[in-house]
């Protein structure tokens, strides 16, 4: 007797998709964006700006100051004073010297303690100072 062969053999095989270079790849772009993400430096503490008219977005490339209610001197989240607005500013403007110094002083700050940061500033070496507000 002869052996017929099945022109329809079923397949025991089983199709897989190999997900591993998937997997690279997914890597490789997330350490991409994390590479070239540009992260705003924050003040670390939260003020009520006072609201002007002509107010204009700036570089993100600056130095941020806070001015709490209570008068507190704030940078990168740690209080500094208005004696240590001079070392953090002159640290930072060696890089750059056009690098902008942004004040977000709360209103109720009063104006005496905006001059004495603005002339520490002034005395660091910058050239752009500029006091944040509200839109």
Do not use: C, W
């Amino acid at each position: 007797m002869k052996q017929r062969r099945l022109l329809y053999a079923t397949s025991t095989r089983t199709e897989e998709i190999n997900v591993s270079p998937l997997i690279d790849i997914v890597f490789i772009l997330l350490i991409f964006f994390i590479v070239t993400t540009v992260f705003v430096e924050e003040t670390g503490v939260e003020v009520q700006r006072p609201q002007a008219a002509s107010s204009t977005d700036l570089d993100k490339e600056s130095i941020l100051i806070a001015i709490t209610a209570d008068g507190e001197v704030v940078y990168g989240g740690r209080e500094i004073g208005v004696r240590g607005v001079r070392g953090v500013v002159r640290r930072l403007i060696q890089q750059d010297k056009e690098m902008p110094v942004i004040v977000q002083a709360d209103k109720g700050t009063s104006i005496e303690r905006y001059t004495q940061v603005h002339d520490e500033a002034v005395l660091a070496g910058a050239t752009r100072i500029n006091l944040a507000t509200r839109h």
